[in-house]
């Protein structure tokens, strides 16, 4: 999955001439983990009061955030390639 990943990140990095790949990079294992195994979040139930909520701060690995987010259909992948752009609901850090 991490190689998936990882392609997405530099391809919406390559699209957009945006993004930090490294930092994206290095916390893409614990992003997975968390959305895949530990938060009880559904993409379909996004508003459940019942959800837990993780907060990123790393604001220049928003882009493996996205990835992420994407791969577990919380948005449409097509979402990637307006990463950063004015009409975008992806913002950058």
């Keep these: ?41 559904d993409p379909s139930k996004p508003n459940d009061p019942r959800r837990d909520r993780f907060i990123l701060s790393k604001g220049h690995a928003s882009l493996g955030l996205y990835a992420v987010l994407a791969k577990k ?7 990637l390639k307006k990463f950063g752009t004015f009409d975008s609901i992806l913002g950058g850090h």
Excluded at 11 to 23: L, R
Excluded at 73 to 79: D, G, K, L, Q, S
């Design 73 to 79: 259909e919380f948005f449409a992948m097509e979402e």
């Design 1 to 41: 999955m991490m190689k998936k990943l990882k392609k997405i990140i530099v391809e919406a990095a390559f699209m957009s001439s945006e993004g930090h790949i490294a930092s994206a990079f290095s916390i893409l294992d614990i992003l997975w983990v968390l959305y895949d195994r530990v938060l009880k979040i």
